[in-house]
């Protein structure tokens, strides 16, 4: 069964500096994965996601990932830290359909991210 | 990208009352749904997946009795609390897939509903 693990449960940084939320999975078969931001008493919003090709990812609000599939890792990173990128980030997996998968997403625990001035 | 509108966003109800939820796909028709439960700081539960047509598929220890799911058209699916306690106050998130979404790529996300229970 496929699994995901974020560390640290919480992050802090100094705004303009580096961004940097951990996301390990587990999987038999190579997943699709997803980031997600939530602001408070909001929905999830999609920052990015990889299914096939390129590994570096890019998506909104400055914000990337890359898949390692050998270090079976989606770290999410951003170069400059904004007091706006302050919220709840989820990584999330699932198994594609075609690898015998279904609809289900599996989320990490999520980190919060605190920026200060 | 794809709108998911979930109404209300916040509902304060007696104990004892039932509560219904709603979730809308606006601009795309959506043969699944999926709907979620937060606790405060915790991460999401998948609680249900919703098929338009057929009866929702309830993930272990989710009382199919006391969430009652109806997804009765492509673009509409409603999730009722029956018989609401206060343990059941928490944040409730649906999620819609796009049937053009053959690789099942992704799902939108509604903007969830605080539901409390007194």
């Known amino acids: 069964a496929q699994s995901v693990t974020q560390l640290g449960s919480h992050v802090s940084v100094s705004e303009g500096a580096l961004v940097l939320l951990r996301c390990n999975y587990s999987s038999s078969v190579p997943p699709y994965l997803f980031w997600y931001v939530q602001y408070p008493n909001q929905g999830l919003q999609l920052l990015l996601k990889y299914t096939t090709g390129a590994t570096l990812v890019k998506g909104i609000n400055g914000f990337e990932a890359e898949f390692k599939k050998s270090e079976t890792s989606f770290h999410l990173t951003k170069p400059s830290a904004h007091m706006s990128d302050a919220a709840e980030y989820f990584c999330a997996v699932r198994i594609p359909m075609f690898s015998g998968g279904y609809n289900k997403l599996i989320f990490g625990a999520g980190t919060r991210l605190a920026v200060h001035p | 990208g794809a709108v998911v509108s979930q109404h209300p966003s916040r509902v304060i109800c007696k104990s004892g009352t039932s509560v219904k939820i709603e979730c809308r796909s606006l601009d795309f028709q959506a043969t699944t749904m999926f709907w979620y439960r937060q606790f405060p700081k915790k991460s999401l539960m998948l609680m249900a997946t919703s098929n338009e047509g057929s009866k929702a598929t309830y993930e272990q220890g989710v009382e199919k009795d006391k969430f009652l799911i109806n997804h009765a058209s492509l673009t509409l699916s409603t999730l009722t609390v029956t018989s609401a306690h206060p343990e059941d106050s928490s944040f409730y998130i649906c999620?819609?897939?796009?049937?053009?979404?053959?690789?099942?790529?992704?799902?939108?996300f509604g903007q969830g509903t605080r539901l409390t229970v007194v």
């Open positions: 999620s819609a897939r796009d049937y053009r979404d053959n690789m099942n790529t992704e799902a939108f």
